[in-house]
């Protein structure tokens, strides 16, 4: 009896709680951490300075209503300079024939094309009679950047303008395909959530500095799964300039498609295999060979450069970028289990033929 009691009680007094209505009392919210604060001050700097980018293919008005043989293309820049540049993705440009900038303030304005380098995937683009703008970015560097590093994405996801997502750096020097059968090392990866319309958005650090331009995620159904990646600012830093003086950044090459590092792992082979050799270009002179897929034989393999031992393609891509187109690169080859030396001129992989090439046997035998 004592517990049908107590029971009913209980119900009673949550039934009049119920059809009291009375409201319950607010309580003061606590302090904001001092990782909060941190969030909001990086981004009231940074987000002023980022932009929304729609650009149009098959019409030269962006404004237009008129869908009919034409597509929209949108995506994210930020303020390089106060010229009125703004840096964003290749891909988010590219092709297209009208473009406009939203700013963070709500002013659009109409934008050229002032350079293209698709293998970096990266663009210049000049606003049209630009106004006061914000202030540009403050620019990092990304050459001590460690796993762990607290990361921020400014952007413009599936045309969310000025969202904020916060992570870490999950991994460095991955490799990223971009256009002309080329793939562009040390890229950067992070958790911080890039979905489509974040292209050509800033990545920051936790002091607010530009250490990356979000490009790409790495997705089955085009979402972000915690896949994202940037391109490195030290890359940045070196190829924007190059478009805003000239329109285009020269590549450097030797003439060499190497094979997936996966592929030497399973073999067992330590060192880059060379899959192809360019016909005309300072390796293929040389006489390096790349893989026989008739024969299904190795070609050449890359053990060092510059004397110093390679087991991965960024280590390879790494020495180009810093020789830069004119310079001269010296690749240890192996072949058949004998090495041999090659000196390759370091040319522009859509430019000229550039000088000859000197072989030096390190063996008794040189390779055929």
Known sequence: ???????????????????DGAAQPRTERGPLTQLELRNIEIFQRASPSVVYIAARKGS????????????????TGFIWDAQGHIVTNDHVVDGTNAIAVRLATGEVYTAVI???APTYDLA???????RQLPPPLEVGTSADLKVGQFTYAIGNPYGLEQSLTTGVISALKRRLPTSRNRELANVIQT?????????????LDSSGRLIGVNTAIYSQSGGNTGIGFAIPVDIVSRVVPEL???????????GILPAAESVATRLGIEGIIIMRVFENSPAGRAGVKGVDLAAGALGDVIVAVDGKRVHRIPDFTDALEQIGVGG????????DDKEYSVELPVIDA???????????????????
């Open 1 to 19: 009896m004592y517990r049908m009691t107590l029971a009913a009680a209980i119900v009673l007094s949550a039934a009049a709680a119920i059809h």
């Open 328 to 335: 001269r690169l010296r690749l240890t080859l192996k072949r």
């Open 124 to 130: 210049v683009i000049g606003l049209q009679k630009p």
């Open 350 to 368: 859509v430019g000229r033929r550039g000088p000859s090439p000197t072989v030096t046997d390190n063996s008794s035998k040189s390779p055929p």
């Open 191 to 203: 958790d911080a959530a890039i979905n489509p319309g974040n292209s050509g958005g800033p990545l």
């Open 114 to 116: 002032v350079g293209l």
């Open 60 to 75: 030269s008005d962006v404004f237009s209503t008129e869908e009919t043989n034409s597509t929209i293309q949108t995506g």
């Open 244 to 254: 805003i003086k000239n329109g285009r950044v020269p590549v450097p090459t030797v």
